[in-house]
């Protein structure tokens, strides 16, 4: 599985010193209240977890299913909600979590149906990884671990056909790992 990686982009150490300091910013914006943290499956898992747990307030937490990738290393511009309904959010102030924002329209699509749909109070965006780049939907994040590149990540989360999510740093898929894996 390693040996897929050309080189790694975000080292382990890195990456939970920074989520320290996003942590330290959600509490000092939340302080006085309880949000619901939206974790968006399976992509933003170990985020979840490794944020969480730094955060330092009372909060609630939710978890949605959707996918726009479809199996491509590039969004398919699709975006496919596996659930039914929506986690209850009338009233609540909601931190929608994921691991990336590059196109933006899956993070443009479930806030959109939040506020719409489920009457959240507001919604902010988290996310780890955010590709500089223009993106398809004007949607910026509000908590942001990193600014990358365009180019195809994989690890601490992030995926290509279903695999690297455990690698425990980000790293930069090599051309034949994707062509072999395809």
Same mark, same amino acid.
């Given at each position: 599985?390693?040996?897929?990686? +050309?080189?790694?982009?975000?080292?382990?150490?890195?990456?939970?010193? %920074?989520?320290?300091?996003? =942590?330290?910013?959600?509490?000092?914006?939340?302080?006085?209240?309880?949000?619901? @943290?939206?974790?968006?499956?399976?992509?933003?898992? @170990?985020?979840?977890?490794?944020?969480? %747990? &730094?955060?330092?307030?009372?909060?609630?937490?939710?978890?949605?299913?959707?996918?726009?990738?479809? *199996?491509? #290393?590039?969004?398919?511009?699709?975006?496919?909600?596996? $659930?039914?309904?929506?986690?209850?959010?009338?009233? !609540?102030? #909601?931190?929608? /979590?994921?691991?990336?924002?590059?196109?933006?329209?899956?993070?443009? =699509?479930?806030? %959109? &149906?939040?506020?719409?749909?489920? *009457?959240?109070?507001?919604? !902010?965006?988290?996310? /780890?990884? &955010? !590709? #500089?780049?223009? %993106?398809?939907?004007?949607?910026? =994040?509000?908590? #942001?671990?990193? +600014?990358? *590149?365009?180019?195809?990540?994989?690890?601490?989360?992030?995926?290509? $056909?279903? $695999?690297?999510?455990?690698?425990?740093?980000?790293?930069?898929? !090599?051309?034949?790992? @994707?062509? &072999?894996?395809?």
């Amino acid at each position: 599985m390693h040996n897929d990686i +050309d080189h790694v982009l975000l080292d382990e150490g890195t990456i939970l010193r %920074r989520l320290d300091g996003m =942590a330290r910013d959600i509490t000092r914006d939340y302080e006085g209240r309880m949000p619901t @943290i939206v974790c968006i499956l399976h992509g933003g898992i @170990i985020l979840m977890a490794d944020l969480l %747990r &730094r955060v330092e307030l009372p909060l609630l937490i939710e978890t949605i299913s959707v996918s726009s990738y479809h *199996g491509g #290393v590039e969004s398919s511009g699709v975006i496919t909600f596996h $659930q039914k309904g929506l986690p209850d959010l009338k009233g !609540k102030h #909601v931190i929608l /979590l994921d691991d990336i924002l590059d196109t933006g329209r899956t993070l443009a =699509a479930i806030s %959109r &149906r939040f506020t719409e749909e489920a *009457g959240a109070a507001s919604v !902010k965006l988290c996310v /780890l990884l &955010r !590709k #500089v780049k223009d %993106r398809a939907c004007a949607v910026e =994040a509000d908590y #942001v671990g990193f +600014d990358i *590149g365009d180019e195809f990540v994989v690890g601490y989360g992030l995926d290509y $056909q279903g $695999q690297y999510r455990n690698l425990p740093y980000i790293g930069v898929l !090599k051309p034949e790992a @994707i062509s &072999r894996l395809a």
